[in-house]
């Protein structure tokens, strides 16, 4: 019988596809990264429990082209600086992805809050613009010129934050909650530079429903940088988290069409 490709793979074929993931060769991205402070109160309104805000509001925008071998990538995050148990690190809201293998190992997997969406990263000469952009929206914009090269930082690790849960089969929307205790996930990254720049330029937030990252306006611009690393990737669950708690804040992981109905940001006209 020839072989059934969504029969059971062997033993064998299992330890070989874990044997080539150990194997794989650093995979390099470049990407802008803005970084600005917003309102803190609109900052620590993002964060369900156990998370707490950290000293500065940051918020972080990266778009990245990751040079995966023929399976280019666009890769990006938008996150809001915080602490869990005395460990700093960051909170993503939303990370666009432009292709579903990327999209579905990184929610299934870590709890990864990623959506399909639009990445671009461009650069003509010193010229950089970067966006994020879903539902014909660029809700991120990053736009300026390279002013100058930075010292490249020490390899270094940063911890980024993840709720990883399964709706309940009965729905969400019921209050009946999830199938499972969620779980804290602290995913550990290490970076490492081969090229960092500065930028001049700002950061354009746009209005979307569906992505409302506009909530977080830029009070100051911290930074922003363009560069090329690789980074390598560890997650570990650390805690189950009240059910209860983190329900109110599970409209961000998906484009929930009861968003319509929220009332318009407070100022608006």
């Known amino acids: ?3 059934v490709r969504y029969g059971a793979r062997t033993e064998a074929e299992i330890a070989a596809t874990r044997a080539a ?3 794989s060769p650093a995979v390099w991205s470049t990407g802008v990264v803005a970084v600005w402070e917003s309102d803190p109160d609109v900052v620590a309104a993002v964060l369900p429990p156990p998370l707490k805000p950290a000293e500065q509001p940051l918020v972080r925008a990266v778009v990245s082209k990751v040079e995966l071998p023929g399976y280019p990538l666009g890769a990006g995050s938008v996150a809001v600086a915080a602490v869990h148990d005395g ?3 960051w909170y993503p809201l939303v990370m666009p ?3 579903e293998r990327a999209l579905v190992g990184g929610r299934e997997v870590f709890g990864e809050p990623k959506k399909l969406g639009e990445v671009t990263v461009e650069r003509d000469g010193l010229v950089v613009r970067a966006a994020l952009a879903r539902h014909g929206i660029a809700f991120v914009e990053v736009r300026g010129a390279v002013s100058g090269p930075l010292p490249l930082p020490e390899p270094a690790g940063r ?3 993840y709720f990883k849960f399964l709706p309940s089969v009965e729905g969400v929307g019921t209050g009946s909650g999830f199938d499972a205790d969620p779980v804290l996930v602290h995913c550990t990254r290490l970076e490492r530079f081969r090229a960092l720049e500065k930028v001049t330029g700002d950061v354009v937030l746009r209005e979307s429903m569906y992505d409302p990252v506009a909530d977080l306006p830029v009070r100051r611009l911290v930074e922003i940088t363009i560069g090329e690393k690789s980074t390598e990737q560890k997650g570990r669950v650390v805690e189950r988290v009240s059910a209860r708690d983190l329900l109110p804040y599970v409209h961000q ?3 929930d069409p009861a968003q319509v109905l929220d009332g318009p940001p407070e100022g608006s006209a």
Do not use: Q
């Open 253 to 255: 992981r998906y484009d």
């Open 1 to 3: 019988m020839a072989r």
């Open 87 to 89: 460990v700093p690190g």
């Open 97 to 99: 992805m432009t292709h």
């Open 21 to 23: 993931g150990a194997k």
């Open 159 to 161: 911890t980024d934050f």
